[in-house]
């Protein structure tokens, strides 16, 4: 088995937060996140506060630089992840290719979790 953290980015329509349309959204998560659970494979998931929340710390000459929103302005922002459980890249990418958010025109980054031996 390999885990695979799965970035969750974008498609979230605007102006769904608070909408009837909002609570469908977020069933389809709700199922989405709870069918990962029952097959065995999710290993830790969360949703993330919008980017304009995000808090950026850098550095400048050795001294930390501190700036108030996300890093980079994308059209579609980080908002949540899965790691999960599987046995293998083609696994991963066909629950990537379930994800909610890519009927709404987001994305899903797949990587795998590095592994260090003990």
Not at 24 to 29: D, V
Not at 62 to 83: A, M, Q, R, S
Request: hydrophobic share 40%.
């Amino acid at each position: 088995m390999a885990k695979y953290m799965l970035f969750i980015f974008g498609g979230v329509p605007d102006g769904l937060v608070g909408s009837p349309e909002a609570d469908a959204e977020n069933a389809r998560w709700y199922a989405k996140t709870n069918e990962l659970r029952a097959e065995g494979i999710l290993m830790f998931e969360d949703a993330l506060q919008p980017p304009s929340t995000a808090t950026t710390v850098s550095q400048d000459s050795g001294e930390p630089v501190i700036t108030e929103g996300p890093f980079l302005d994308t059209k579609d922002p980080l908002i949540g992840f899965y790691v999960i459980d599987v046995p293998d890249r083609d696994a991963a990418l066909k629950r990537a290719a379930a994800m909610p958010n890519l009927v709404h025109g987001g994305s899903v980054e797949i990587r795998p979790v590095m592994t260090f031996d003990d």
